[in-house]
Nanobody, 126 residues
């Protein structure tokens, strides 16, 4: 069983930056593809970014391409989401997720992830 704990959320002005972290424990971190999703009030949880087991494959949602960067540290069992040029529409709870299926690619579908963190709130003011 994998436990995921997100951190780094907060309140930031539009145009600012935040760096989210997700620390994993209880499993073999390097065996998991990892992803970030977000959910705004009244909306569905949507894909933000994903990174493959080895880190060679990364994918991004269209709304964050060029602004967000996902990375991982397989020694520290942690993934990161660097968020630059934040916009008010980025306001949401951000969730970290892990996928244990053996694959070389970074999954983008919510249903492909088995383990989820509790989420961290990101609020971008205009």
């Amino acid at each position: 069983q994998v436990q995921l704990v997100e951190s780094g959320g907060g309140l930031v002005q539009a145009g600012g930056s935040l760096r989210l972290s997700c620390a994993a424990s209880g499993g073999t971190f390097s065996a998991y593809a990892m992803g970030w999703f977000r959910q705004a009030p009244g909306n569905e949880r949507i894909f933000v970014a994903a990174i493959s087991r080895g880190g060679k494959d990364t994918k991004y949602g269209d709304s964050v391409k060029g602004r967000f960067t996902i990375s991982r540290d397989n020694v520290k069992n942690t993934i990161f989401l660097q968020m630059n040029n934040l916009k008010p529409e980025d306001t949401a709870v951000y969730f970290c997720a892990a996928d244990s299926t053996w694959r070389l690619t970074a999954p983008t579908e919510l249903r492909e992830y088995e383990y989820w963190g509790q989420g961290t709130q990101v609020t971008v003011s205009s």
